[in-house]
Structure formats: C-alpha cells, structure tokens
C-alpha cells in the first residue's frame, strides 16, 4: 500500500515538474519555430551541400584510397600522404617551394600594396578616383585574355617583345631574353603578372573601406597627438576598417591559391620546363589529368585546403573581430 502511494506521489511530482528538454529536443523545437527562416535558406543550404559540402567530404575519403577513374577505389590508408613526404620529389623540391615564394610575394606583399593603391587613390577628388579605380579594377575582369595578349607581347622572347626592346634600346640588354622560357625568370614574372591582376573585388573592398571610417576620429586624433598621415592609418584607418581588410584577406588567400593556371596561360605547357612555374594547383591537375592518379590527387587537394585554413584562420586573428569590439 505504501509503494502504491509512493507511485502516484512520483507520478504526480513529474506531472508537476517535468524532466527538461534534451539538446535534440531543443534543436528541433528551434528548427520549428524558425521554419521560415529556413525555408528562404534551403536554395542556399543546398547549393552549399550539394557543390562544396559533399564535393570536400568526397575528397577527403577519396585520398585514403587508389583511385584511376576506372577501376572501384581501393582503400590504402594513410599511404598517399606517406608517399607525398618520402618519395614525392617533384613536390618538395619544386611545387612546395614555388608554392610557398609565390604565396609570400602575392599574398602579404600584394596585399600591402593593394592597401597603399587603395589609399592612394582615396586621396584624390571623387570624379578623378572613379576613373582611377576603374582603369586599376579592369585587368581583373579581362583575366586570361589579358594574360595572352599583354603579357605574352610584353614578355615575348624576341626582338619585338616590350620589354626586350625596352632593355636593348637603353643598352641594358645585347641579346633578347627568353623570359617566359627560361626557368631562371618564369616564377617571377608570374608573380608580377599576378599581383597586376590582383587588383579585384578585395581591392574594392578596401577603397569601400575608406569610406566607412568615422571622419570625426581623424580630428579627435589630432588632438590627442596624431601628427602624420602614417599614425592616422596606423591608429585610425586600419582599426576602423577591419571588416572589410579580413575580406580582403580571404580574397587575396582565395586568388593565390588558385593561381596555378598562369604559368599554362602563359607558356602554354602544362607543366612547365624543370618544373620553374610549377605550383600546388599544377601538381594537383598533373595527377588528375595527365596522370589519372585521382586518389593521390585528392590527398594533394586536402593538404591544399588544410593550408588554406591555416591561412584563414591568421587573417581572422590579424583582422577578426576582437573581445569587446
């Protein structure tokens, strides 16, 4: 009789104070009352799974594994990525190598001085800057086409390349240079043609930038002791503008590492001669396309996004948004 008086005296208490909710409870009942919200992000959600999610996911298994686009993938562990640090020479003496100067010219250097364009260009009046900013923004648009008809004549290894001529006509030069040929001069220029090029939506990032920063804090430095226009950037402009900096950031990581079809664009080899211009993303296409090694290729393409989210994540330390801000 006891027990039964207990029961219901349970039973009661749990009708009165029912047990919370748990974690897969609470995410349904907020899936629910934010469905419409959902609905207006499913075209997005599925666009984002269906050509980035899954497509990375693929990759990653697919590096475990020996795959050549026609036989079933055979599952060899970790083997592809043992054989890219013990046997892969063409990797550690030439694509790594490149990848990492190529990175760090095209990368931090271009970024400075996407910085100090934009800001050059800020300090002219409104209708010369349109001008200005357009005819900078234009070569991005113009792409490979630019790249085979300026580049090419510019770098041509004749006597009527630009620069060729350039040199000769100041008697800096007796004999043309093969500049687009010789591995002593192809990663370089691909550099320079790069950063050229690098002036896109991150460049106009920027120069929206400066206009968002509160004219009011430029005098109120003043005040306080800011003399120089370097202090006012230093102390000011880049602290106001950091939003817009860490997109520019992740565009400028985006744009270099992609950047391997410019040596094809220019030499029109795919691989270029003792590997000079060959970079990450060329050895990637190597094993895809030439070599049909899809699974070793995979591994390349993860350790590429690994990289890449190590160059992400120190942008969003430099320019991210901080404790209190």
């Known amino acids: 009789m006891k027990e039964q008086v207990a029961y219901k005296a349970g039973v009661a208490a749990a009708l009165k104070h029912p047990a919370p909710p748990s974690r897969l409870q609470r995410l349904l009942r907020s ?49 592809n990525y043992i054989s890219l640090i013990t046997q892969d020479t063409v990797f550690m003496k030439h694509a790594l190598p490149n990848t ?100 896109g939506v991150g460049f106009l990032a920027m120069l929206a930038g400066f206009d968002t920063v509160n004219r009011e804090l430029y005098e109120a430095g003043r005040i306080d002791g800011i003399s120089t226009r370097l202090q006012e950037v230093y102390y000011i ?16 990581i985006v744009g270099t590492l992609k950047a391997g079809a410019i040596s094809v664009q220019l030499t029109g080899m795919p691989i270029t001669k003792q590997y000079a211009g060959h970079l990450m993303l060329n050895h990637i296409d190597d094993y895809a396309f030439i070599r049909f090694e899809l699974g070793y290729a995979s591994m390349l393409s993860v350790v590429l996004l690994l990289f890449s989210y190590a160059a992400m994540k120190l942008s969003y330390r430099l320019f991210g948004p901080k404790d209190g801000e």
């Not at 934009?118 to 792409?143: E, F, H, M, N």
Request: a positive charge; proline letters at 6%.
């Open 31 to 79: 899936l629910y009352r934010e469905r419409i919200a959902y609905l207006f992000m499913a075209p997005f959600l599925l666009c984002f799974t269906a050509f980035i999610l899954l497509p990375v996911l693929m990759a990653i298994l697919m590096s475990f594994t020996s795959y050549d686009a026609f036989r079933i993938p055979h599952f060899t562990g970790f083997k």
């Open 100 to 199: 990492i100067k190529f990175a760090f010219f095209v990368g931090p250097i271009g970024y400075l001085l996407t910085f100090f364009i934009a800001w050059l260009i800020y300090q002219l009046p409104k209708s010369v800057r349109d001008l200005v900013t357009l005819a900078i923004y234009a070569p991005s648009i113009a792409g490979g086409i630019a790249l085979v008809v300026v580049w090419q004549a510019a770098f041509s290894g004749d006597y009527v390349g630009y620069l060729n001529q350039f040199l000769m006509n100041y008697n800096m030069i007796e004999t043309p240079v093969l500049w687009l040929q010789n591995p002593k001069y192809l990663l370089n220029v691909m550099i320079v043609v790069t950063i050229w090029m690098g002036f």
């Open 237 to 252: 402009t880049v602290p106001s503008m950091k939003p817009q900096m860490l997109f520019s950031a992740v565009m400028a």
